[in-house]
Nanobody, 132 residues
Framework: VQLVESGGGLVQAGGSLRLSCSAA????????IGWFRQAPGKEREGVTYIRISNLDKRPHYIGSVKGRFIISSARNGNAVSLQMNDLKPEDTTNYYCALRNTMLVPSWGPENGFSGRQYEHWGQGTLVTVSS
């Protein structure tokens, strides 16, 4: 499985960026894709995730990005975008997408979706810098 992020860059506070995550090399019919971020010296933080399945397709967000970030997936679940609006300097960091086959995980809740340890595959990351 290969995940490739793109779309990072430099933006002023209040601006917007759209990150993309392209996934290839898998044929899971039930999987979750999440966006995580990690600043140097800080713990990895789950930002948002979405499960591509017939069980639960609702997007989930952490409180600090709710109302500002929007995760969406392509119909086939092989690509996920993260629209980031009203960006703040504290959003500055590397952003990673991650994927997990959830076929055998029927109870995939926020305790799983926001936990990096639950994901099996990771992209290389893309840097988002928000200037004040």
């Amino acid at each position: 499985v290969q995940l490739v992020e793109s779309g990072g860059g430099l933006v002023q506070a209040g601006g917007s960026l759209r990150l993309s995550c392209s996934a290839a090399g898998f044929s899971f019919v039930d999987h979750a894709i999440g966006w995580f971020r990690q600043a140097p010296g800080k713990e990895r933080e789950g930002v948002t995730y979405i499960r591509i399945s017939n069980l639960d397709k609702r997007p989930h967000y952490i409180g600090s990005v709710k109302g500002r970030f929007i995760i969406s997936s392509a119909r086939n679940g092989n690509a996920v975008s993260l629209q980031m609006n009203d960006l703040k300097p504290e959003d500055t960091t590397n952003y990673y997408c991650a994927l997990r086959n959830t076929m055998l995980v029927p109870s995939w809740g926020p305790e799983n979706g926001f936990s990096g340890r639950q994901y099996e595959h990771w992209g290389q990351g893309t840097l988002v810098t928000v200037s004040s």
